[in-house]
């Protein structure tokens, strides 16, 4: 009867995944016409599921705020149903909470729509929603339907057994041998009908499983080549593409590798990250050089083990963040294999940005020139799981706060929040952990923009940042975590490195 368990086994999709790595909740601050807004968006367990939504106001005037999940693109994104009201809290007025269906695998935005006492706004957030892996049942609740189960089967039996015995009896007549026999037949033919449902049934269910999961989604792992020169090679993986349908029906949101947008200007944003020690981080863009293919001349990189973390965004505006290794060798060791002089830049160039040997501290980072980046934060302790400002400024050597910022890719600044032992993953920008492209295809904007337009997308400045930058996120887990945050002071990125301790 462990068949029936196994028959119902009913399969729970887990914790969905976003660009990031294991770091799934959205944060996301914009303006929904003159309301400024923080929005925190849980994806559910299970797809479809449940989705949680957290709406902080900036301001006190805002009176009523309704959500609606949306498919990104397709039939789905043009024929909304209803949207959900929210809830204001009572204890905090500002603060305003409700719930998401949440159907299918794939990309979706959430429009929320604000009514208060300067009119009405709207804002789109986007939310990747995916299942990492199939849960099985509860093994109380298969123990208690298989005995159910079992109950129901001794009970057909039974029934049909005794039927072929009594049913043609007069009350309070015995059954006599033939009938019996006709009864034992009964009961063999009806448990081997019933064990034969099963096996198909069970097989029907294991093949329904098996589809499904087909559709959980795997973190894609590159494979990354270092050539002599210092040419670094990535080749993209894509286990999570399916084919054109899966038993006569159309998978959602086929996710492929040749329609890659750019993401603030770039197709991937590279980070390699030194392990285990987090002292050597680097910000770089390779080139497409394929369907799946990237590839760049590395600038100067110390030696060693290192993370690399890749963010991509595909059409739909679901993004993905493919992870890898890579052991760089010592300088030396290059200088002797190649035939000829170093013709790489050493220095990182254009967008990229790094640094070596970076002291992480609590509180003061150390720049270049003996300024600083400061961590704004009071002593009280970090937790998990919620939206928490992160806010940093830049002091001159004198203390004063800087005033040579500039926008570093359209942006005030990029912060990377990494675990140290590099399971989590997120690069997070002033406005949030979205991605800066599906905000744009969420807003039905064109994401095909070259850096030169960046000026053009909201969220995106080109006016100078002043010395403070900020960013909304939260630890997905409690431990311990790594913070690198960048900005662009006179042309030059320098980079900042925190430690962090989520409870
Ligand atoms: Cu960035």
Redesign the pocket.
């Known amino acids: 009867m462990r068949k029936l368990a196994l028959l119902l086994t009913i399969l729970l999709l887990s914790p969905v995944l976003s660009a990031h790595v294991n770091s799934p909740d959205v944060f996301y601050q914009g303006h929904a016409g003159p309301y400024q807004l923080l929005v925190t968006v849980r994806p559910p367990k299970v797809v479809p599921g449940i989705a949680q939504i957290e709406i902080r106001c900036a301001d006190k005037d805002v009176t009523q705020i309704q959500v609606l999940p949306l498919k990104m693109q397709g039939t789905g994104s043009k024929y909304a149903p209803a949207s959900d009201a929210t809830e204001r809290s009572s204890a905090d007025p500002q603060m305003f909470s409700g719930k998401l269906w949440i159907m299918t695998r794939g990309s979706w935005k959430v429009q929320v729509q604000v009514e208060g006492a300067r009119g009405k706004g709207e804002l789109a957030v986007p939310l990747a929603s995916v299942s990492n892996n199939s849960v099985r049942m509860q093994v109380t609740l298969g123990i208690l339907l298989s005995i159910l189960g079992l109950v129901l089967v001794a009970g057909i039996v039974a029934i049909l057994g005794a039927a072929g015995r009594e049913a043609d009896l007069s009350a309070g007549d015995q059954p006599d041998a033939a009938k019996k026999k006709r009864g034992r037949r009964r009961e063999v033919f009806t448990t081997v009908f019933v064990v034969a449902a099963l096996v198909l049934g069970n097989a029907w269910w294991n093949s329904e499983a098996a589809a499904n999961a087909r559709l959980n989604y795997k973190v894609p792992n590159l494979q990354a080549k270092l050539q002599p020169d210092f040419v670094l090679n990535l080749q993209l993986e894509n286990p999570n593409e399916l084919p054109k349908r899966i038993f006569g029906m159309e998978p959602p949101d086929r996710i492929v590798l040749d329609d890659l947008v750019p993401?603030?200007g770039h197709l991937m944003?590279l980070f390699l990250v030194s392990m285990p020690d987090m002292k050597n981080f680097y910000?770089l863009h390779p080139e497409q050089t394929g369907v799946g293919q990237f590839k760049m001349q590395l600038p100067y990189v110390p030696e060693g083990s290192y993370q690399i973390y890749a963010?991509i965004v595909h059409a739909t505006g679901f993004p993905e963040t493919q992870i890898g290794t890579i052991e760089i060798p010592k300088l030396n060791l290059r200088l002797e294999k190649i035939d000829g002089p170093i013709t790489a830049a050493q220095e990182p160039i254009a967008d990229d940005s790094g640094i070596a040997q970076a002291v992480a501290s609590e509180k003061i980072s150390p720049l270049s020139a003996g300024s600083r980046m400061v961590w704004l934060r009071d002593e009280a302790p970090l937790k998990a799981n919620q939206p928490i400002w992160f806010r940093f400024r830049m002091e001159d050597k004198d203390g004063k706060p800087a005033t040579d910022l500039e926008p570093?890719?359209g942006?005030a600044g990029?912060?990377?929040f990494i675990s140290t032992d590099g399971r989590i993953f997120a690069?997070?920008?002033p406005a949030g952990s979205v991605s800066?492209a599906a905000v744009d295809i969420a807003d039905g904007r064109a994401s095909s923009l070259a850096s030169s337009d960046m000026g053009a997308m909201p969220g995106m400045q080109h006016d100078r940042p002043g010395a403070e930058v900020s960013f909304p996120y939260g630890f997905p887990q409690p431990g311990d975590y790594r913070i690198f945050v960048?900005v662009k002071r006179s042309g030059h990125v320098e980079t900042g490195s925190f430690i962090a301790h989520a409870r």
Do not use: E, P, R
């Open positions: 993401d603030h944003h910000h963010d570093y890719m942006m990029h912060a990377v690069h997070v920008h800066m960048q």
